[in-house]
């Protein structure tokens, strides 16, 4: 089926135009099989890997449908795209922003850690798309600048993790305010019974589009664990990045205040690296992730929640400098390279404090992790202090500073 093209899906003319200025030429797969559904507005719970295509999958029908009806005539907000994190809904803008611009529809994208007055002059212009993080479009509800009295569809992108993130409540107060015949879009890349659980509940009857693997880790992605001790991790890190000098990776660790003083460590190391957590300023977040897909930072630092659902090319390498808690986070973190075809590369570093994540990923995953073999000559020891941190206000003291 992935071998049809957009024209094949019988879209309306001006948006095959649209797709074929941003080179868009052959659906994926999980864009060739949801398509026809959406157009036809029925409901639908879709699952396929991360970097499969998903956000083009809901937005390209709902353009055509948008289109179809006649964009010139909306006066209401017609579509509601809920994000579990700000850089994914951003990423989702900007995707509905390439391919409606030329067909004249629109989008607003809500989140928070931006000016929300800004965002209500958006909405008040009344277009076709909200593409929100639930709390901000939450607050824009209660402060009645929104209302879902008249939308006609409901996209959950990364639902599972909006579940996962403990947004289930805000969810469930979208789906209450909405009309009752509003279409209910759930697109994951993982399964999870609580999407079909909320389908029953709110009266949908959702088609079921499964194009996970098996395997769940594609073919393409090598991917290994290291067995060192919590003091080996940062001199086995700074002999891979330097023994691969092609590498554009992401780096990623369990906690927020971890990300920050590998990156500071990296930096004095002179890496070409920058740490992206939540206690970050939205709109620098926002620079950093240009500065990443610009390759202007070739490594990012990062937890679970500043890197899922982006979608970022090229990415040849991903190192788990913690493993994951949660073992459905080792296939999303792994996922981030391998993408569209490519193969990819990933390391992850089990040291004492790890050990009691590897035993589940590896239940998970219903095979043993292949282990890496090292040698005292992979450890580069020369690497300065570990960075620490100031308790009261958090910031990371430099230490070659103090002592100047």
């Keep these: ?16 135009k649209s797709l074929d200025k941003i080179n868009f030429k052959t659906p994926t797969p999980i864009q060739a099989n949801v398509i ?7 409901d639908i719970i879709a699952l396929a890997e991360t970097g499969s295509g998903k956000t083009a999958a809901f937005i390209i029908p709902l353009i055509h ?20 994190t700000r850089e994914l809904a951003q990423q989702i803008h900007e995707v509905c922003q390439s391919i409606g611009k030329n067909v004249g529809v ?11 007055q800004k965002q209500k002059e958006l909405v008040a212009k009344k277009p076709h798309f909200l593409i929100a993080t639930p709390g901000r479009l939450k607050d824009l509800f209660q402060q009645k600048v929104v209302s879902f009295k008249k939308i006609h569809g409901i996209v959950l992108d990364e639902a599972d993790r909006l579940l996962d993130m403990g947004f289930k409540d805000e969810i469930c107060f979208l ?86 003083i590998v990156a500071k460590w990296l930096q004095r190391l002179n890496f070409p690296a920058e740490g992206i957590s939540g206690d970050l300023a939205q709109n620098k977040r926002t620079r950093l992730l240009s500065d990443f897909r610009s390759k202007k930072i070739r490594f990012l630092v990062c937890t679970d929640v ?43 570093f089990c040291g004492f404090s790890d050990c009691e994540n590897l035993e589940a990923i590896e239940q998970v995953l219903k095979n043993k992790v292949e282990k890496e073999n090292l040698t005292n000559e992979m450890f580069i020891h020369d690497i300065g202090k570990r960075p620490i941190i100031e308790r009261k206000t958090g910031k990371i003291i430099d230490l070659e500073k103090t002592r100047k």
């Excluded at 289109?67 to 579990?84: D, T």
């Excluded at 009309?179 to 993982?190: D, E, G, I, V, W």
């Excluded at 080792?330 to 391998?338: A, D, E, L, S, W």
């Design 36 to 42: 026809p559904f959406l157009k036809e507005s029925s």
């Design 65 to 84: 449908k948008i289109l179809k009806e006649g964009a010139e005539k909306s006066n209401e907000v017609r579509y509601v795209v809920l994000s579990p």
């Design 306 to 348: 500043a890197a899922r659902g982006l979608d970022i090319k090229d990415i040849n390498l991903v190192i788990n400098y913690d493993l994951p808690q949660d073992p459905s986070n080792y296939i999303h973190r792994i996922g981030r390279t391998g993408r569209a075809g490519t193969s990819g590369r990933a390391i992850s």
């Design 175 to 260: 789906l209450y305010q909405a009309p009752k015949n509003r279409q209910l879009m759930m697109f994951s890349a993982t399964g999870n019974h609580e999407l079909s659980n909320i389908a029953y509940r709110f009266e949908a009857s959702p088609k079921e589009v499964n194009l996970l693997t098996p395997t769940l880790i594609v073919d393409k992605i090598h991917h290994t664990m290291a067995q060192v001790g919590d003091n080996e991790k940062m001199p086995l890190l700074t002999y891979l990045l330097k023994e691969n000098s092609d590498a554009y990776a992401l780096i990623f660790c369990n906690t927020k205040s971890e990300t920050h």
């Design 106 to 116: 629109t989008s607003a994208c809500l989140i928070g850690g931006e000016n929300i």
């Design 1 to 16: 089926m992935s071998e049809i093209t957009f024209d094949q899906l019988t879209l309306e003319p001006e948006l095959i």
